[in-house]
């Protein structure tokens, strides 16, 4: 059974914990740190070492500019890691590591945890929090972001009719 509130209790207490930009703005997928800036064909070469990289949507156009590709760990059962944003010079733009999705509250109170810590190892402690809710068609949705210079933690959850979801994510923008 899930227990909203160890996730939120969780939130508050680490919030103060959180630490902020020390130049350290690049995000470990794959065995592979990913940067700002990095050549598309030199990360999606490292990365398909340990990992199986398939694009999102269709291939990059002119008029569109940007291509995703979406990582997965290689073997059975494999998870989505994250993804990667390219823009029209094969650039990385936006880089993604998720914690965790759709985790029971122990998880992502852990899930939480694992990341902030991140974040503290990397010197981040000038951070901006804050909270959003949405309701539209019978779906709502909370998201709390933590965000430390170029890096933001995004802890999310959503429910709709039959549907309920939450996840940790890493953003580098």
């Known amino acids: 059974m899930k ?60 008029k569109a500019g940007v291509e995703i590709w979406k990582l997965f760990t290689k073997g059975r059962g494999s998870e989505e890691v994250g993804d990667v944003t390219f823009d029209g010079y094969e650039k990385v733009i936006v880089v993604t590591r998720n914690w965790f999705t759709d985790a029971e509250s122990i998880e992502m109170a852990e899930s939480i945890y694992f990341a902030v810590s991140a974040f503290v190892a990397e010197g981040r402690n000038d951070c901006e929090i804050s909270a959003e809710h949405f309701s539209r068609d019978g779906f709502t949705g909370k998201i709390t972001r933590f965000r430390c210079g170029r890096k933001e933690l995004v802890v999310s959850s959503g429910r709709g009719p039959g549907y309920a979801s939450s996840s940790v994510t890493e953003n580098l923008r």
């Open 3 to 62: 227990k909203p509130g160890l996730v939120l209790g969780a939130i508050v207490a680490l919030a103060g914990c959180v630490s902020a930009d020390s130049g350290n703005d690049f995000i470990d997928l794959c065995a592979v740190s990913i940067g700002l800036g990095m050549e598309q064909d030199a990360v999606l070469e490292q990365a398909k070492h340990k990992c199986i990289a398939t694009r999102s949507g269709p291939p990059r156009s002119p």
